[in-house]
């Protein structure tokens, strides 16, 4: 067995560790690669232990980048679709949904009800939304800009532009409190007369 052997059942490896990820075969294609990996490392070091030890080295660093290909390629194959059961025409739908729903609100300015360290809470046009400051500490009651929308957090920064109309959502109105903003109101306002003392 020569050093051409060993890279031959190497080279066996990975192909067998990317169809092992794409075609479901219950693991004889796991073992497959693993049987091929063990046999490359024992003709390596037969041969040499530097041999043996390039083989591992190359192993250790490039299983890992390979594994990590595969698993963003396969959602996208024909059988990766039919096994997470994902509809092209869905995914796109939804794509086009998350896009217009970053759109409507990149831009849109706010005040910050919490102090943002960097997390905390905005309010745009009376919808509170959970954020994180892209420019340090922001103080409450600062405005601040949405900058960009990434997994359903808002990315803000604070900014010198006023509020205006233009900046609530659609579907939100600007004057009507929160719940929250109702509890910081206060209690002469809600008409409320004082109890008669009922041990009086």
Do not use: C, Y
């Amino acid at each position: 067995m020569t050093l051409l052997h060993a890279g031959g059942l190497l080279l066996l490896f990975f192909v067998l560790l990317v169809l092992e990820l794409f075609i479901p075969s219950g693991g004889l294609l796991g073992i497959a690669a693993a049987a091929a990996l063990i046999a490359a490392i024992v003709i390596g070091f037969l041969h040499s232990f530097t041999a043996g030890g390039l083989i591992l080295i190359s192993v250790s660093l490039l299983a890992p980048l390979v594994i990590s290909i595969a698993l963003r390629v396969w959602p996208r194959t024909a059988i990766g679709r039919r096994m997470l059961n994902i509809d092209p025409a869905d995914d796109d739908d939804r794509r086009g949904e998350v896009e217009a729903a970053r759109s409507k609100w990149i831009g849109k300015v706010g005040v910050a009800k919490i102090d943002l360290l960097p997390n905390g809470v905005i309010d745009i046009g009376g919808a509170r939304i959970d954020a994180v400051s892209l420019s340090g500490v922001i103080d409450r009651g600062a405005h601040v800009e949405v900058v960009n929308v990434v997994a359903g957090k808002f990315q803000v920064r604070r900014t010198e532009r006023p509020l205006t109309p233009a900046d609530s959502p659609p579907g939100h109105v600007g004057d009507s409190p929160s719940p929250e903003d109702a509890l910081e109101v206060s209690i002469e306002s809600l008409g409320i007369e004082d109890l008669d003392d009922p041990l009086r």
